[in-house]
């Protein structure tokens, strides 16, 4: 959003020696000295927290507001709102006035140069902490840390994401999502989409509310961020775009309350399967999928009439079988899935008292034989036979058809390993 209260609440000097001591991510809130999500006012160059914590750095702005009882307020008073804050985590610009974040400068440039600012003190305050992990990348061939795993050694991403209020829920799933390495690797290939021109061209661009949902790609800053994820450039990675791009097309994750973390991985995958259905940059899903043969034909599970490296990996079918017990007519249907909801079964269930002992531990395997047990249905749910021409009693049993690559199963929140033929791998 082009904000027009740059120029009367952007007064601090960019290296300003008002600001606190310390890496800005560190940086303490003035009032209550909690480090969660600080801003910064980029008029008085306090520090506060965020609204999503205790709410000082929008109540800082709302005493500014408040005109003085006793005297006339000063012509420079009146210009000097306090509106305008930016946060020392992901250095995005907020006006409280606009009620939304900021995209323009002012004339002389200064929220860029205050930015520029608390990027070199952050980048300072890591110095020693990423000369460290450098010398951890260098002796490791693929440039990333190991996990030994059943006496085998696994790469994993060695890089963090920093939280954006409450989204740990979407930090959690990229996470998994980037240590999938077919997945990832998949996505870190595609190439890259420029969707900025003119006067913006070669510069960061900050999504905000008030954008068209025309000039956003999901695809393209999933693949920014597994990208970031695997440079090993920094310690932590801020996934501010893909939050804005998320908040675009998902209307259901705007804000920064807590989310299901399931729920999200459900939109995240529906929505990079269909942005792919219709090809990336003008390259087809269909022939980068060819070009790694590691994801073949076999592996491929088509939902709404096609197949991406989405379905290829996490696509499997399920079948449902429904028997009449009356005429014995048995009725098949097959369902493509991308994750399993399963529930916990009934006798781990039961709550017990602080001084009870602790019964049988529920695993994922009860989980899955608990999903795929014969069931009855009930009176409510009759199944209308063809044979009898009428509702039945009956039986129902899932069976999963084909397994998927990736086997993603909820309530138990985990996410398992298979090789396409049902053998176990890990479970993470």
């Given at each position: 959003m082009e904000c027009p209260h740059l120029s009367s609440s952007v007064c601090i000097a960019p290296d300003s020696a008002k600001f606190p001591n310390g890496s800005p991510s560190s940086w303490c809130c003035s009032v209550c000295r909690s480090n969660k999500s600080p801003w910064v006012c980029l008029t008085c160059s306090s520090v506060h927290c965020g609204r999503y914590v205790n709410g000082h750095a929008k109540k800082h702005y709302e005493d500014a507001q408040i005109p003085l009882t006793n005297h006339k307020k000063s012509e420079k008073q009146d210009?000097?709102?306090?509106?305008?804050?930016?946060?020392?985590?992901?250095?995005?610009?907020?006006?409280?006035?606009?009620?939304?974040?900021?995209?323009?400068?002012t004339k002389l440039g200064l929220v860029q140069k205050v930015r520029e600012h608390l990027q070199n003190l952050e980048n300072s305050a890591f110095t020693a902490d990423r000369h460290r992990k450098r010398k951890l990348l260098e002796n490791s061939s693929l440039n990333s840390k190991l996990l030994k795993v059943n006496g085998s050694t696994t790469a994993i991403c060695a890089t963090g994401l920093r939280n954006l209020g409450n989204t740990c829920f979407m930090n959690a799933i990229l996470q998994s999502l980037s240590n999938i390495e077919q997945f990832c690797c998949y996505f870190k290939e595609l190439p890259a989409v420029e969707l900025r021109?003119?006067?913006?061209?070669?510069?960061?661009?900050?999504?905000?509310?008030?954008?068209?949902?025309?000039?956003?790609?999901?695809?393209?800053?999933?693949?920014?961020?597994?990208?970031?994820?695997?440079?090993?450039?920094?310690?932590?990675?801020?996934?501010?775009s893909l939050f804005y791009v998320v908040w675009k097309i998902m209307p259901n994750f705007r804000g920064y309350q807590q989310q299901d973390a399931h729920e999200f991985m459900r939109y995240l995958l529906d929505h990079l399967h269909l942005e792919l259905q219709d090809g990336f940059n003008g390259v087809s899903h269909s022939a980068i999928l060819q070009e790694n043969s590691t994801l073949s034909a076999s592996n491929k599970c088509c939902i709404n009439g096609a197949s991406t490296v989405v379905t290829a990996i996490f696509g499997g079918i399920l079948q449902n079988e429904v028997n009449c017990l009356i005429c014995g007519t048995e009725s098949r249907k097959f369902d493509p899935f991308l994750d399993l909801s399963l529930d916990i079964p009934s006798q781990f269930r039961s709550k017990r008292s602080k001084n009870q002992e602790n019964g049988p531990v529920c695993s994922l395997r009860d989980c899955l034989r608990s999903f795929t047990d014969l069931e009855e249905l009930d009176e409510t749910e009759l199944y209308m036979c063809h044979k009898c021409k009428k509702k039945q009693k009956s039986t129902k049993k899932f069976w999963i058809q084909k397994l998927p690559k990736v086997s993603v199963a909820f309530q138990v929140m985990m996410c398992l390993h298979t090789d396409g033929r049902g053998h176990q791998g890990r479970i993470y």
């Open positions: 210009k000097v709102q306090h509106t305008v804050c930016m946060d020392c985590s992901s250095y995005s610009t907020y006006c409280y006035r606009c009620d939304d974040f900021v995209v323009n400068d021109n003119g006067k913006t061209a070669g510069r960061r661009t900050y999504h905000t509310r008030s954008q068209g949902d025309n000039n956003v790609s999901l695809v393209e800053e999933f693949r920014k961020t597994l990208c970031a994820l695997w440079q090993g450039s920094q310690t932590a990675f801020s996934p501010e």
